[in-house]
Structure formats: C-alpha cells, structure tokens
C-alpha cells in the first residue's frame, strides 16, 4: 500500500503483468524524443536493405516469479530507423515466428509526431513480419542487397532471442559477408545466441555498448521492473569476452569493425546518427 501511495508500485495489467510504476514512467520516459532530423546523402546503391529483428514475446518472468509487460524499447527501435530512412535505406522486419512485433508501448512518446508518423507508416509491417526461419531459408544468397542487421533494444529482446538458432545464423552471416550489426541497450542480448551449440563466442574481443547489469538491480527500487532480472546481460558478455565501454545507461555509443552499439534508450539518437554516417561513409 505505501509503494502504492508513493507512486512506485509496478503497475498491474490485465493479462497479470506489471508495467512501470507511475514514478518510473515518469524518471525513465519521455513525451517527445530527442530525434534530430538530419537530410543525409542518401545511399542509392545495392545494398540498401537492412534486416530488423525484433521481438513477438511480451511478458519477462524476474527472478520473484513476477512477470514485467515488455517488448522492445519503441524509441530504441524507431529512432535508429528514422535515421537510416533518411540515409537511404528500407528495413526487412522479422521476428523468430513471425508473429507480431511487440513494443513497449507505455515508453511511446506519444507527443512526438515525427516518431509516430513512422511508427504509422510502418504499421503493416510491424503486424505481418517475416518469419525469421523464411529468411534464412530464403534470403542469404542475396546478401548484396543487405547492408546491415538491427536487433533494437528494451527488455524483450531477452525473450527467446538469445537462445534463437535462426539469430546465430543471421549473426554468422552478417559478419561472414561483411555486414554491419546495430544494436543497443539489451538488444546485445542477441550476440549470446552466437555460442549456441559451443559455437566460439563471435564477438570475443570486441568493444560494445550494453545497458550496464547495476541499473538493472536498482530499477525494481523505484517500480520500474518488478523484481530482479533472470540473469544479467552485460556481465555475460564481458565473460565471453567483451569489452565493455559504458558503466552508466547514458548515450554512450561504441564501433568496432562492422559492430555499432549503444548503451541505453539516451543513445538511440546518437546510435541513428552513428548507424547512418558510417553506413553511408562504407558503402558510398
């Protein structure tokens, strides 16, 4: 009753999940996002397409057995693409079994109109997505269309995706055939679906931005989660063998190689920007 009354009670929904409490939408959301329209040169030549793989589940079980309504960030995953629309490129989205794509609609900027009218425009897609196993299947002899692979962040892309043999694949394949990889915030937690089957760890080595494990224990303070996470991600991948740059959930944003990352939703401008520039500044 008093987390209640001090508006930091996870709020329940419908389906027995908790979204944020009214404290935590307020510190961790926006109303309009800090999205900066940028007129690139856009790209017009092959390799114009960038594959999105985003997620189809919804609710998180923590380790209290309490189960958190998530999905991907929607500033995380539209952001960036906003920038690299503007930069020339079109998305292939795809979630592991093709059913819809599932957002974290309670952090919408809902005063935002450039984000919604892309959200909008994008709406058939994010309903009717590929089946991520129909583009394995189908799509990786044409990698000279493809110029990168996005897996947006938000807590939902811990559900099934790291333990998905179709995001190994996809992952093996953008770096077989020089693609780039974008990612942010728990969008990383993809990269752990490459040691599958005692496959080597791909991204051994690397330097990468990851949404820090420490924020993730304190969050359940103020409501945000609803208990502790399953597991912890960016203390995962420095075992296998990350570098991690980023300590805070800030704009932290990080390249290596073909390997473009950000820290948390505050990057998602800055990972756009990054994204567009050194896509542009390769293939151009």
């Known amino acids: 009753m008093l987390k209640k009354l001090l508006g930091i009670a996870p709020q329940l929904e419908a389906d027995g ?10 510190l961790g959301t926006v109303d309009v996002s800090d999205f900066e329209n940028i007129a690139y040169t856009k790209y017009q030549g092959k390799k114009s397409k960038i594959l999105v793989i985003f997620t189809e589940q919804k609710n998180l079980k923590m380790k ?7 999905g991907n960030h929607p500033i995380e995953a539209l952001l960036p693409m906003m920038h690299l629309k503007n930069a020339g490129f079109d998305f292939d989205i795809a979630t592991p079994n093709g059913k819809p794509v ?14 919604k009218a892309f959200y909008n425009e994008h709406t058939t897609s994010f309903e009717k997505p590929k089946k991520l196993g129909d583009f394995v299947e189908n799509s990786f002899d044409d990698s000279d269309s493809y110029a990168a692979v996005f897996i947006p962040g938000g807590h939902g892309s811990m559900l099934g995706i790291p333990e998905d043999e179709n995001v190994s694949k996809v992952l093996n394949w953008a770096h077989q055939n020089d693609l780039f990889t974008i990612s942010l915030c728990h969008g990383p937690g993809s990269f752990l679906a490459t040691t599958l089957n005692n496959q080597p760890f791909l991204y051994k080595g690397y330097k990468m931005a990851v949404f820090p494990d420490s924020v993730d ?8 989660l609803p208990g502790h996470m399953p597991f912890g991600l960016s203390e995962n991948l420095k075992s296998l063998g990350a ?7 800030d704009k932290t944003v990080c390249l290596d190689r073909k390997l473009i990352t950000g820290a948390s939703p505050l990057a998602s401008n800055e990972l ?7 896509l542009l500044d390769a293939l151009n």
């Open 64 to 70: 209290n057995g309490k189960l958190f309504s998530t």
């Open 217 to 224: 224990k304190q969050t359940p303070m103020i409501g945000y």
């Open 272 to 278: 756009g920007k990054l994204a567009a520039n050194t």
């Open 102 to 115: 599932i957002f974290e609609m309670w952090a919408f900027p809902e005063k935002d109109e450039k984000v």
């Open 17 to 26: 999940s908790y979204s944020p409490s009214k404290l935590a939408l307020k």
């Open 243 to 249: 570098t991690l740059v980023n300590t805070k959930s």
